[in-house]
């Protein structure tokens, strides 16, 4: 009994820093036309904004969801929503691609990264820190189930291609996170 108890105590900690996660079918998303695997662990964690509407309730953060996997499917003519997850200042996850599906957020690493992106625009403030935490929490949230690589590399998405996401004023921030590399 008392491995068991010892067990169970290890789990909750290796699970424990998962933020709350809300999957597309608790946030109402559309259901993905198309699906790539992932091979997991990857190497790579790619920051985004979404140059949109900043969000501090989980109601307007699920309209947020839905706009921006609307916009990606309607206007871009994607599968899904491009990246990962998503994350509101109102502290909460919303899944968008998950784990174990290739995004459509960063030319040359969607097959090897996860890609997070906060609902906002961060070019002259960062995001609160509810969703700051929310994205650190996520990545360790990763590597402790084992699909994001303990030797990670974290990369803002100007870093990968050419665009000033995720504004100048998070990029900074996210420039001084451990494993970051320009």
Same mark, same amino acid.
């Given at each position: 009994?008392?491995?068991l108890l +010892? +067990?169970? /105590? +290890?789990?909750?900690m ?6 709350? #996660? +809300?999957? *597309?079918?608790?946030?109402g998303?559309?259901?993905? $036309?198309?699906?790539?695997?992932m ?19 989980? $109601? ?5 969801? *839905?706009?921006?996997?609307? =916009? ?5 003519g ?15 996850v919303?899944?968008?691609?998950g ?10 690493y969607?097959?090897?990264? #996860? &890609? ?5 625009s =961060? ?6 820190? /509810? ?23 974290? *990369? ?7 665009t000033s996401?995720? &504004? ?6 996210? /420039? ?7």
């Amino acid at each position: 009994m008392l491995h068991l108890l +010892l +067990l169970s /105590a +290890l789990c909750a900690m290796a699970y424990g820093q998962c933020p709350n #996660i +809300l999957t *597309k079918a608790q946030w109402g998303g559309r259901a993905a $036309t198309c699906r790539t695997a992932m091979t997991t662990p990857v190497a790579y964690v790619v920051v985004h904004h979404t140059e949109g509407t900043a969000c501090t309730t989980q $109601t307007n953060c699920i309209a947020q969801a *839905k706009s921006v996997q609307n =916009y990606h499917m309607n206007s871009n003519g994607w599968c899904d929503a491009g990246y990962s997850f998503m994350v509101g200042e109102d502290g909460n996850v919303y899944e968008g691609r998950g784990w174990s599906s290739v995004g459509a957020h960063a030319p040359n690493y969607n097959s090897n990264s #996860i &890609g997070i992106s906060v609902f906002g625009s =961060y070019t002259s403030r960062n995001p609160n820190a /509810a969703a700051q935490n929310a994205v650190q929490n996520l990545i360790s949230c990763g590597v402790s189930r084992g699909f994001i690589r303990s030797t990670y590399i974290l *990369k803002g998405h100007r870093n990968v291609t050419a665009t000033s996401c995720p &504004g100048n004023t998070f990029y900074s921030t996210v /420039a001084s996170w451990p494993r970051f590399q320009a």
